[in-house]
Structure formats: structure tokens, C-alpha cells
Nanobody, 123 residues
Framework: QVQLVESGGGSVQAGGSLRLSCEAS??????VGWFRQAPGKEREGVAA????????LYADSVKGRFTISQDNAKNTLYLQMTSLKPDDTAMYYC??????????????????RGKGTLVTISS
């Protein structure tokens, strides 16, 4: 069973940066990533990585601003977020065993998710 614990959220001003971390136990997932959900909005896939090939996927809304990376030795997934905007305000969740790496569809459901970390961007 995969357990995911996110950290690194916080409140920053627009234009700032944050790095989210996700510590995983039972790390054997081929596709891991991040999604977010803002109050009153639907879940939005943000970034994913195929852990074997290293292929990365990004939502159009974050391309060029967010970078996903992994440290297999530490069983940790990261999301470096720069040039943050108020629209990036949301709860961010780490996800594992996510079919998005194979289907390309952010609408697919990951098998595992963490409890989330809150990111708040002020203008």
C-alpha cells in the first residue's frame, strides 16, 4: 500500500515561489504526480512523471512555471512552483498509480492520494 504525505504549502505573494514535497512509502508506482483543487472548482491535474522513463507531463496552466522532480533514494516527489499567481491557490495533492502517464488524460483517477497541502497566493 502506498502512503503519501505532502508538505511545503504556505502563503506567498504573486510572483513568488514554493516547493512542495511528497514523501512516499511503498514507492513502486510507475506514474506519480500532483493535482490541485480550489474551493468550488473541480480537481485539476498539474504535473506527472513516469518514474521509469522520466517523461513528464504538465497542465497547460502551469507549463514553464512548475517543475516536477523525484528523488528515488529519498522516496520523495517534488513540485517546484515559480511565478505563482492567485489562480494557483488551491489544496495540492500528491498522487500515485495515476493512469495519466499512459492515457494523457488528467481526468483519470489516481489510485492513491495524500491528504494535501494548502497553497495560498495573494495578489
Amino acid at each position: 500500500q502506498v502512503q503519501l504525505v505532502e508538505s511545503g504549502g504556505g502563503s506567498v505573494q504573486a510572483g513568488g515561489s514554493l516547493r512542495l514535497s511528497c514523501e512516499a512509502s511503498g514507492w513502486s508506482s510507475v506514474c506519480v504526480g500532483w493535482f490541485r483543487q480550489a474551493p468550488g472548482k473541480e480537481r485539476e491535474g498539474v504535473a506527472a512523471v513516469h518514474t521509469r522513463s522520466g517523461r513528464k507531463l504538465y497542465a497547460d496552466s502551469v507549463k514553464g512555471r512548475f517543475t516536477i522532480s523525484q528523488d528515488n533514494a529519498k522516496n520523495t516527489l517534488y513540485l517546484q512552483m515559480t511565478s505563482l499567481k492567485p489562480d494557483d491557490t488551491a489544496m495540492y495533492y500528491c498522487a500515485a498509480e495515476w493512469p495519466v502517464c499512459f492515457s494523457g488524460s488528467w481526468a483519470t483517477q489516481p489510485a492513491y492520494r495524500g491528504k494535501g497541502t494548502l497553497v495560498t497566493i495573494s495578489s
